[in-house]
């Protein structure tokens, strides 16, 4: 196992698209986290699973956004009708459930035109 | 919820010199403290955490303290190097498991 990945590295699409990422955890963390990051700003959460159950999700997640996680293992990020305003780096990460320590992937960069 | 505040936003150093970066908490139910490097274009990087029933840990040249009391934690780093140049982040967890994190400290450190 080599860490998350997250795929694709970086998306470029016109206002009014919808995107979609996907994020690949570490096989044995039951607990994965999405996150938002903008430029030069630290990273804000945007919502966790524990397996396959969506547990929290930030006021930040408007409906446009959506996550899933159908069999607890990967995860996808869906921004419905984007707007230049989505544009950041969207990171993944996971954990064990009780262990603290995340560990991210190396993000999806965002850009929305 | 939680709030984290980091500080300086940044940070020059010359090689051979330390660096300190500072942090408070505002939710006194946070236990749990991590540090994070971010070099460009990558995602954040663990370096270092602490636990609240822990007043300070170090490994080689970087080294945190947390006080509790006081609701701050510090970042220390020991005969900085240029490949130490990156952005730091802090964070705490408070009653669920969900970081926040401060705005971050760009360090960098000139040869």
């Known amino acids: 196992d080599t860490g998350v990945s997250q795929d694709p590295r970086h998306k470029i699409t016109k206002r009014g698209q919808n995107v979609t990422f996907r994020c690949d955890p570490i096989?044995?963390?039951?607990?994965l986290y999405w996150y938002r990051q903008t430029l030069g700003q630290g990273p804000e959460f945007l919502t966790y699973f524990q397996n396959e159950a969506q547990l929290e999700k930030s006021r930040l997640l408007s409906d446009r956004f959506s996550a899933e996680r159908p069999k607890g293992s990967f995860s996808t990020l869906e921004i419905q009708r984007t707007e230049q305003g989505d544009s950041a780096m969207y990171l993944c990460?996971?954990?064990?459930?009780?262990?603290?320590?995340?560990?991210f992937g190396s993000g999806t960069r965002l850009t929305v035109v | 919820g939680e709030n984290v505040e980091q500080h300086p936003s940044t940070l020059s150093v010359q090689e051979g010199d330390s660096a300190v970066i500072k942090c408070t908490y505002s939710?006194?139910?946070?236990?749990?403290f991590p540090w994070y490097k971010q070099e460009l274009g990558k995602g954040p990087q663990l370096i270092i955490d602490?636990?609240?029933?822990?007043g300070e840990k170090k490994d080689q040249r970087i080294a945190v303290t947390l006080n509790k009391t006081a609701k701050h934690f510090s970042l220390h780093i020991t005969e900085t190097q240029p490949e130490d140049s990156a952005v730091y982040f802090c964070a705490a967890i408070g009653g669920f498991q969900k970081l926040v994190f401060g705005t971050g400290t760009r360090l960098l450190v000139s040869p």
């Open positions: 939710d006194s139910a946070s236990n749990y």
């Open positions: 990460a996971s954990s064990f459930e009780g262990n603290y320590g995340y560990t």
């Open positions: 096989s044995e963390h039951n607990r």
């Open positions: 602490i636990r609240s029933n822990v």
